[in-house]
Structure formats: C-alpha cells, structure tokens
C-alpha cells in the first residue's frame, strides 16, 4: 500500500449550533492550509502500586485533549475564523460587496474540524474546537503568514466525511507589498515588520467525574491582544512614546484593487485603537543598520470601537 501523501490530503470546517455536536444540516468550506496540527491523544496513568516484583503492571487510560493547529495566509474570505477568534461581528451591504466588522465579544459555540486522507479513505473529524489564539506576521513583500491555535473536545474517525461536498471559497491572499500602516493616525514607513497576537485564554482543563474522560466546556477568557514593531532606528519618536508610556494607536489596511469589496476588490483593516508600547533600548548587534523592537499591548479603556481590536473584513460573503 502507498504511503499517504499531504498533497493529497484536506481540511474542511463547519460551525456547531451544540458545543462538540457535527451539524445536522452541514454546510462545510475547504481550508486552505500550509500544516496542520490537529491531534487527539489519551493519557496513559501507571500505578504505584508495590506487587513483590520491579515490573511494571498494565496502565489505566485517562482524559483525552483534543488540540489543533493550522497555518495558512492571509485571505480576504477567512472571516470564519475572525468571527471565532474576536466573538462579535456586523455585517452591512446590500451586494455585490458587503463589509464586515469583527470586534471582542462572546466567543460563538464551537467549530468542528475534518482531516481527511483520501488515500485511505479515512475522515478525522474533530468536534468542540474553539479557537484560542491567532497570529498575524505582517512583514513589507508577500504573504501575510497567519495561524490559529485551537482546543476541542473528541475526535472521531470514520470512512466518509461529513460533508462530501464542501464549499471551496477560494484563496485570495493578501499581500504584504499593498499594506499602509498609520501609527497615532499618521502614516508611517519606518517599521519593516509586525505581528499581532490574539489570545482567548481559553481553559481547556474542566474534566468531571463521569465524562468519559471529554473536555466538559471550553470557556474563554479576557481578550489578550498584544504584537511587536520592528523599525528602523532613525529617530527618537516611537521609542519616546514607549519612554512616556503614552497611548497611541495602530492601524494597518491591505487592500486588493481598489479595496472596495467586489470580486477582486476585497480589503482588510486590523485596527488597534489604544496600545502602549512597552520600553526597549535598541541594540547593536554589527556594523549596519540598528533596529529598534517595540513590544506592545492593546486594552480598551475609551475608544470609541469599544474594542481592544477591530478587524474590517470587505468581501463578496454576504454572511458570516
């Protein structure tokens, strides 16, 4: 028998109404996808116990955790995956382009996620996944590489899929080369790169007596959005903001044509409306140029968004 071959393989998702229930009516999309890591994996509990030998008796099976990962780029038809990382969205439009606008609320009930390897024949097919972190690696040419870090709750191995005949809506990458990135409302083109984390401090330990050994719940935490500057060292600007622990503000667009939201027009928006920068001195590591790496953190404390973070996501979807 041939060895299966990732080229091969797929990933298709689709939204639970039940927490770790596959719908009954699924509407599944294909993922694009560069690596996966979706897992499921049991503990295995040896005993003590003193038997009159060295040797080791058989091992009791424990708790199952279900963890799962995928990497990927930037797209303008991934608010699935916005919409359950931030938990609120609004969608406005009449056609053929309609705006969507992501901000931090009540994370939705769960995804379910199904590995499939055709060459067997056989389907994963994870319930319960929420997704506990994203990250966004914005650099000045390509792709915009980005990956989710999920938790769920069982995994489920079969000979069909859920779903035979996904929804495949396409990868239209954004790319790093049409960004402009505003800084306290002014542009700026000093910075080379930055990266935004998102992180739902989701508990994934709530095991109870009686629960076959499942995730019971998976409920989130506070919103911990947090990134890197990396800019050139040519002045004192940035670094005395971070100095004067004084607020400023990110915002970064990517567009495709003229970002109006038609086919072939779509934009993104991450706007980050009050962030500290935390202090740090530029190190001179050689002879060329010196790089000055800011850390920083998002809150919400009177922004008019009422978020710590706000995604604008315009695309042809009609609905998320």
Known sequence: MAQVTGSNCK??????????????????????????GFQASTETITSDIITGDRNQRSPMYGNTSVKGSFSTELSAYMGLYLKHLLGSVTTTGTGPSYTHVFKVGALPVSLCFEKQF???????????????????????????????????????ISGTSFDATPTDLGHIAFEG????????????????????DIDN????????????????????????????????????????????????????TLSLGT????????????????????????????????????????????STEASSIQITLKNTQASI
């Not at 890197?228 to 004192?236: G, H, Q, V």
């Not at 530029?282 to 790089?291: L, V, W, Y």
């Open 177 to 196: 080369f049409s960004a402009e990135l505003l800084e306290g409302g002014t542009k700026i083109a000093i910075v080379t790169g930055t990266k935004f």
């Open 118 to 156: 055709p060459d067997l024949t056989q389907f994963f097919l994870y319930n319960g996944c929420r997704i506990s972190k994203g990250s966004f690696d914005f650099k000045p040419a390509g792709p915009v590489a980005t990956s989710f870090d999920l938790v769920g709750r069982k995994r489920t």
């Open 201 to 252: 401090d989701i508990q994934s330990d709530l095991y109870t007596i009686g629960g076959g050994g499942l995730v019971h719940s998976l409920p989130e935490g506070k919103n911990k959005t947090s990134g890197n500057l990396t800019a050139i060292f040519d002045s004192m600007d940035l670094l005395n903001k971070a100095i004067a622990r004084q607020t400023t503000s990110l915002k970064l």
């Open 259 to 302: 970002g109006a939201g038609t086919s072939g027009n779509e934009s993104i928006e991450f706007l980050i409306p009050e962030l500290k920068l935390q202090e740090t001195d530029p190190i001179i590591k050689d002879s060329k140029g010196i790089m000055l790496d800011l850390p920083f953190s998002a809150f919400y404390n009177a």
């Open 11 to 36: 990933l298709i998702v689709d939204q639970e109404t039940t927490f770790g229930t596959t719908p009954a009516s699924p509407a599944a999309v294909l993922v694009p996808f560069k690596d996966e």
